[in-house]
């Protein structure tokens, strides 16, 4: 068994165990402590990477000196959420705003859903921007110690593009029973969610991998994970019941997003590439 393959077993098994746990305590999406055990579990994969690192005295590259790839990292999952959107105009009833603000509202929130629509916009765009690179950072950085950390240091032999395919299966496969028991993004679609999950962490490694390695450090891709994390559901709080399935970033509409993305990337790293993208 490879040193990915274990890591990747150990990852599971702890992770799913201490979904377990929550689970059958009466643990669901709704609950006052979702919030801190969604961080928890996003760290799970982190220590099992920082564990095995030091066995092996493996160092993995979690800082370096900021360049303009960080930036990037920021600012791009903002105009591919925005591109997911103009993908789903003819797949769903877009309201705008509107959406957003009885969202709001009903989260109990009346400030901001009595602000103009442009000052809400703006308010709602420096939030994410706020969050991508403080506290969602901190939980993603969980995550991507082990997968854009220690499971891209043990593929990358294989080459860029099927190390990509490798990290995000099992990237997807890990947040099954969110998905299954706890309606995770696909609230409707529970059993095809966690197969559009899979479909969507896939499709979304390689740039991942490329920011990482572009950035020179896991915390670029963390930078690029947290903030996609902070503005996905934007995505669909702008149309009228939508369906989990089609709109949204984790939908089939970003789904064509993100692999036109990707054809893009593929001309920037082919396949005869190194399998660094350095």
Known sequence: MSKADRASLITLALSWAFFAVYYFAGGTIESPWFAAFGIAYMWIPGLVALALARREGLRLQVWSRPNRWWLVAWLLPLALVAAAVVAALPLANFVGLAGVKEALGAAGDPTLAGLPDWALALALLLQVLFAGVTINVLAALGEELMWRGYLWEHTRELGFWPASLQIGVVWGVWHAPLVYFLGYNYPEHRFWGVVLMVVFTILLT???????????????????????????????YVFARPNDLLVGLTGLSGFVVLALANLYLRRLMPPQAQESAG
């Open 206 to 236: 390689p740039w991942l991998l490329y920011l990482r390695e572009k950035g020179n450090a896991i915390l670029a891709a963390a930078i690029f994970h947290g903030t996609i994390n902070a503005a996905g559901g934007l995505a669909l």
